[in-house]
């Protein structure tokens, strides 16, 4: 059996084969660290934890590697606009060193929550200047870049298949442009420099061969997978809106450069949506993992959530949702751990999960699979070792969770038991009557054929 994943280059479901023995080498695009991250960004790095368990669980070596955007990303993505960086420090009030390790330490910490596995490697665009002015010139001496008076500038105009990743009409948007692009040649080429403007200290500057002044975006990201995976390795990763601007121009640095189009699998996760939209920072209120705690919610309820979609089909967001996802969790958790000690687990069952989820990462199918077992007739330690395998892909840390002791108020364990009563008598109008009781006082009951189960209810 293989793992078939689909490949945005190709635009086809391809069999996954390592370019070199049994390696798997990853390269995702991080974080910009201007803020915190929200919860639709990190439905693209659960995607991509899975990607990796599945890489893992088949027998492959992974090598992960995740960049931090920490200088050059504009607000504009036509290389205008400020900083990110720049702005968020004004808006808090401290130095862009400060806000990028901040917000870089922020996202770390939720991709604990989310029990996302921590890349082998973590690279700083800041860190990595010199590689970005090396892959800069070599550029330059190839004669594809161009100077402005603000920056470097690539000439798209001058690679043949420039956008083929989003298989973009480079000649239809120049010829359809209606926005001033100053003295770009093309709508569509980007920056590789920017030059420091004289009229505003930046805090973030360096030195180059053309003027003192700061990398753009995109050559980060081509420059540091190239040095950690290679001048051609296996998947690079992130979110569809990265199809149309960023990843062509990651492309077409490494055409130009290495003479390659940097991976061999294209992977691109889709959105999480809140009332039918995208869910953006840009907006000015967006949903932090943290908002989710605050409502009372377990992280990996989102986890969960996020896995009840293919990550290539954007997902709704709703509070109802992730109830239901953090209810669906909780009863699996409960079973696995009633369930005792573990056994062998069933092939059947464990080839079934292995064919939803090497089809493409198809988590739905895979977690179908899963309440299936969950209802079996197998003997509960064959069931317990079954689940525990398949988690090694789905990540919920099953072996590792233990019941919650509820501290009950008096109050609500009197009107349990007056419901327990009412219920006895078939009195079912008294007893409906008492659960709202103890609804209003923030409990949820499920009742069960041990009896009834008393649940702290998430905030609404």
């Not at 995607?47 to 920490?70: K, P």
């Not at 200290?201 to 030195?207: H, I, V």
């Amino acid at each position: 059996m293989k793992i078939k994943l689909y490949d945005s280059y190709s635009r086809s479901l391809r069999e996954f084969e390592p370019i070199k023995g049994n390696r798997a080498r990853i390269y995702a695009c991080g974080p910009t660290v201007y803020d915190y991250a929200h919860i639709g960004n990190l439905r693209t790095y659960i995607f991509e934890d899975t990607l990796r368990r599945t890489l893992e669980f088949f027998g492959y070596e992974v090598t992960h590697v995740v960049n931090i955007t920490d200088v050059g990303h504009l607000t504009s993505d036509a290389d205008t606009g400020e900083d990110k960086i720049e702005q968020g420090a004004k808006k808090a009030g401290k130095t862009a060193w400060e806000i990028a390790l901040l917000y870089t330490e922020a996202f770390k910490q939720d991709l604990v929550h989310l029990n996302i596995l921590q890349p082998d490697i973590w690279c700083r665009a800041t860190d990595h200047i010199a590689e970005q002015i090396s892959a800069i010139r070599a550029i330059e001496k190839k004669g594809f870049a161009y100077i402005t008076t603000d920056g470097v500038y690539f000439d798209t105009s001058k690679l043949e298949n420039y956008g083929y990743l989003a298989r973009l009409d480079v000649a239809g948007l120049n010829a359809g442009q209606r926005v001033d692009i100053g003295e770009k040649r093309n709508t569509t080429d980007f920056a590789l420099w920017k030059f420091s403007r004289k009229d505003a200290a930046r805090q973030m500057e360096w030195d180059s061969p053309w003027a003192r002044g700061f990398p753009g975006w995109h050559i980060e990201c081509s420059a540091m997978a190239v040095k950690y995976l290679g001048e051609m390795f296996d998947i690079h990763c992130g979110g569809k809106d990265h199809i149309t601007v960023h990843h062509c121009n990651e492309i077409a640095q490494a055409q130009v450069c290495y003479g390659t189009q940097l991976a061999n699998f294209w992977l691109h996760g889709y959105f999480l949506e809140t009332d039918q939209a995208k869910m953006s920072k840009s907006d000015g209120e967006f949903l932090r993992l943290a908002s989710l705690v605050e409502r009372g919610h377990d992280p990996l309820s989102y986890r969960y959530l996020c896995l009840t979609a293919h990550y290539r089909g954007d997902l709704k967001f709703t509070w109802q949702s992730l109830n239901g996802a953090e209810t669906a969790l909780n009863r699996l958790r409960a079973a696995v751990h009633a369930w005792g000690e573990p056994d062998n687990p069933d092939d059947q069952y464990l080839q079934q999960f292995r064919h939803e989820v090497y089809n493409d990462l198809n988590t739905p199918k895979a977690l179908a699979v899963i309440w299936n077992l969950v209802k079996s007739n197998l003997a509960p330690a064959r069931k317990k070792a079954t689940i525990l395998e398949c988690d090694k892909i789905l990540g919920f840390d099953l072996a590792n969770w233990r019941p919650v002791v509820l501290e009950i108020p008096d109050t609500v364990k009197t009107l349990m038991a007056l419901r327990t009563q009412a219920r006895q008598a078939r009195n079912w109008v008294e007893a409906d009557k008492f659960r709202e009781q103890i609804a209003e006082l923030g409990y949820d009951i499920e009742d069960s054929a041990k009896g009834a189960v008393l649940r702290k209810k998430p905030l609404p």
